[in-house]
């Protein structure tokens, strides 16, 4: 597909100063985010932060589904070259991932450290250092704060934000996440979510609960992307540079065997929310995790094919889907493959391969 830059309707490459600022800095100036941490922390008492909804004491170090207590586990944190180039740019997104995970997707490429409790234990940190890891990405000159899997730590992450803003952060803060997110706590987030990033895995409860091993992916997901939407609109924010400051890109990976319901995921963005949302489709699928061992998954025991990627990418076109990105077929599954037991650098530099063929390339259509 020819690479097009977005359309002026939605795409706004240039905006006053004012507009540009960090969501979370108006909040902190007027002493509303303290305000907002302290609600986010109370819901830990009774746990309700994501919709499992389980109601154990996390201030006590109850653990429940997600096996995550009182204090945030970042288990690891790094410039990242691998996400759409208006959040990578050329200084990196600024990537801070949290340890374990309140869904069990069995072909997670993440699993090393969303599936592994008792190992992230050691991961576990402080909020001041959570603060620090911010602060140690803005000089190391990335783009954005980026939290993955953010959903089960939400008001940890918003105490290391009022830390960070107090010592001097002044990036966008992206919420990527699997989608699977309570409306009250993202209602909590809004002024403080710069960009949500999330993840529409199925268009079917049945496939998350066989997939992901929970209930009601998709009823949830719905109405957690619907409140991004009513914060953030259809328009994407950037920067003079081409960076994403505000908006809202809702991530499809595609499956094999069309596990992911691609079209009805995207009729669902178009017909709810608009046809302007972006999206960002992925090819990066690879078999890993249990998908890759356990003969139950065996329709996602390979990568997808060219054929099931290109009806995806069709489908964009058919249901007229202006914005957003998409991977080049050949390279995606090749470049994100983390190991994040080399902590110092779970992915490859995207900018290893530049002359290889290989490479990945996120293309903008429109
Ligand atoms: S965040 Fe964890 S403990 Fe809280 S409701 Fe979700 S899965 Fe349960």
């Not at 970042?74 to 990242?80: D, E, G, I, M, R």
Request: proline residues 4%.
């Amino acid at each position: 597909m020819r690479p097009k830059k977005l359309s002026a309707n939605t795409a706004t490459m240039f905006m006053e100063k004012e507009d540009l600022e960090p969501k979370f800095l108006k909040l902190w100036k007027t002493g509303e985010l303290k305000k907002r941490v302290e609600r986010l922390e109370d819901l830990l008492e009774s746990c309700s932060i994501c919709p499992k909804d389980c109601g154990n004491n996390r201030l006590k170090d109850e653990i429940a589904a997600c096996y995550s207590g009182r204090l945030p586990i970042a288990s690891s944190y790094t410039p990242h070259f691998g996400e759409e180039p208006c959040l990578s740019g050329t200084g990196g997104a600024g990537n801070i991932f949290f340890g374990n995970c309140n869904l069990r997707c069995v072909y997670c490429q993440n699993y090393q450290i969303s599936q592994t409790w008792k190992q992230q234990k050691k991961n576990e940190t402080t909020h001041e250092r959570l603060a620090e890891m911010m602060l140690e990405l803005q000089l190391k000159g990335c783009h954005n704060i980026g939290f993955v899997s953010p959903t089960h730590f939400v008001p940890q992450m918003a105490r290391g934000i009022l830390i960070a803003a107090e010592n001097g952060l002044k990036l966008p803060i992206v919420y990527n996440t699997n989608a699977y997110d309570s409306v009250k706590v993202l209602r909590l987030l809004d002024g403080i979510v710069d960009v949500y990033l999330p993840d529409l895995k199925y268009a079917e409860n049945d496939a998350g609960f066989t997939y992901s091993k929970v209930r009601g992916y998709t009823t949830f997901a719905h109405l957690a992307i619907k409140e991004m939407f009513r914060q953030t609109g259809d328009k994407l924010i950037f920067d003079e540079n081409g960076l994403l400051q505000k908006g809202l890109l809702i991530r499809l990976l595609v499956l094999p065997n069309d596990l992911a319901g691609i079209e009805e995921n995207l009729r669902w963005i178009r017909n709810e929310l608009s046809p302007k949302v972006a999206i960002s489709l992925m090819a990066q699928y690879y078999a890993t995790n249990k998908a890759a061992t356990d003969a139950r998954y065996i329709l996602l025991s390979r990568r997808i094919s060219e054929r099931e990627w290109f009806n995806a990418v069709s489908l964009l076109e058919d249901l007229e889907m202006e914005e957003g990105f998409m991977q080049e077929y050949e390279s995606a599954s090749h470049y994100y493959r983390p190991d994040f037991m080399d902590t110092e650098k779970p992915f490859k530099d995207i900018r290893d391969f530049i002359y290889k063929p290989e490479k990945i390339k996120m293309k903008v259509f429109g």
